[in-house]
């Protein structure tokens, strides 16, 4: 439920106003880090806790083994165009809510009934409770997903399940409000081991794993600078980042009506949270550091980019910015490094409601990959060598060699996309006639 949202949030953009922009100048350069201290202990959350939520019963983990040719898939005739589909039981699996490929390999998929895990002849069901989003796994390979409506956290440690409710800091994830990106799509794994989740509502949570225990933090906590937020919605805490010295980046963005205004950029060090100067005025809805450290925050009309060798944030400026504008909403980094981004646009006075996806390659700079015609939701599965798969709404397209090319269509609102360890695209159609998965050999 909650990966989906995280951008239904665009229909309601269609009258929004986009509130603000960066203005150029100098970059700032990060300090260098004040000399070790103690770090001091996080607030604990200040609401009252309700009546503790009942936990799944703890159930054993089921053996998966990496997917290979023999994917449960339906007979030829069961085919939509290219894709075929990919079967449990016989039958389609409904209610899927997200798609998530592991550092392995392995395709898994939340849904409505649970939790499975391909194996070689069939769909292996790790969990037969409610799923709403995979989040990804962190270093000791615990598996973590948000169960029950946002009620529940699951983790799918080495033999079993852990849950973890409201007893041990947890609790119910909030219903995002207007204009809101929701929860964000992975949690993140900081220097000491401790697990971080922005939930898109003016809330990042930690886990510790010396407690066991799962805090929250709103934007006081985190330093930001206070603003006059009487009658609006208030802070979206949106994504969390972690650099390659080991700070944590928190993004934000504030609410107001039908206005986002920028929040900036938070910053954990030290056992301090303070702000990021160079993302001052900066409404940052996603982030993404690649293996050399360089780290990417979207905002309006550029993306913020950190150096990590000099410690300066720059500018990387859209080939059409300055006759438009945008609002990024998903950066990504593929393989080799390369930045991808998504991003709404505005022409005139109101937003036009499309999404533009650009791509910086080699030897060519920014390249304009697809433009949406409208509000189509789009999802994006990047592959090495300047390529990528990519969705609007039901329409599967591949962008090789700098041409973008159709490779199917599937009956339904959304497909969000990922590809396997074998290079195969697995597509999961949410709702219409093409309900379910598919997968695409490579």
């Not at 951008?7 to 106003?17: E, K, R």
């Not at 796994?137 to 699951?154: C, I, Q, Y």
């Not at 990021?276 to 005025?281: D, H, R, V």
């Not at 000099?310 to 490094?337: C, M």
Request: with cysteine.
């Amino acid at each position: 439920m909650y990966r989906w949202m995280r951008w239904s949030a665009v229909l309601g953009l269609m009258g929004l106003m986009l509130a603000c922009s960066l203005g150029g100048g100098q970059s700032p350069t990060e300090q260098p880090p004040a000399p070790e201290a103690q770090a001091t202990a996080l607030p604990e959350p200040t609401a009252k806790k309700p009546e503790p939520t009942a936990l799944p019963k703890s159930t054993a983990a089921k053996p998966t083994q990496t997917p290979v040719e023999g994917t449960p898939t339906a007979s030829a005739a069961e085919s939509a165009g290219p894709f075929t589909a990919v079967l449990k039981d016989g039958q389609p699996l409904k209610g899927i809510t997200d798609l998530w490929v592991s550092p392995d390999g392995e395709v898994w998929v939340s849904a409505a009934s649970g939790v499975f895990v391909a194996g070689e002849q069939e769909w292996v069901e790790q969990l037969d409770t409610p799923a709403d989003a995979i989040l990804g796994a962190d270093s000791r390979g615990w598996v973590w997903v948000v169960l029950e409506g946002g009620a529940v956290m699951g983790a799918l440690a080495p033999g079993e399940w852990i849950f973890y409710g409201e007893a041990e800091g947890w609790l119910p994830l909030p219903e995002p409000e207007y204009l809101s990106p929701g929860l964000a799509d992975e949690i993140v794994e900081g220097p000491e081991g401790d697990l971080w989740l922005a939930t898109g509502m003016d809330e990042v949570r930690r886990f510790s794993r010396a407690n066991n225990r799962w805090t929250g933090l709103d934007h006081r906590a985190l330093n930001f600078p206070e603003q006059d937020t009487n009658g609006y919605q208030g802070y979206f805490l949106t994504d969390v980042s972690v650099s390659s010295a080991g700070k944590v980046w928190v993004g934000g963005c504030v609410g107001k009506g039908e206005a986002l205004e920028g929040a900036g950029i938070a910053r954990y060090s030290n056992g301090e949270w303070n702000p990021i100067l160079a993302a001052e005025g900066a409404c940052v809805l996603d982030m993404a550091v690649d293996r050399q450290g360089t780290a990417y925050a979207g905002t309006y009309d550029v993306l913020l980019r950190y150096n990590p060798n000099s410690g300066n944030w720059g500018k990387e400026y859209f080939p059409d910015g300055i006759n438009r504008t945008y609002l990024v909403h998903r950066v990504a980094v593929d393989p080799q490094d390369r930045p991808w981004m998504a991003a709404w646009r505005r022409g005139g006075a109101s937003l036009e409601g499309s999404t533009v996806i650009f791509h910086m390659e080699r030897n060519y700079g920014w390249m304009r990959v697809y433009e949406t015609t409208g509000a189509e939701p789009t999802s994006w599965a990047i592959l090495p060598d300047d390529a990528g798969y990519l969705s609007a709404g039901g329409k599967v397209l591949l962008w090789k060699q700098r041409t973008l090319s159709e490779v199917g269509e599937l009956r339904a609102g959304f497909v969000r996309l990922a590809v396997d360890g074998k290079g195969r695209l697995f597509a999961a159609a949410l709702g219409g006639e093409d309900e379910g998965l598919w997968v695409l050999q490579p």
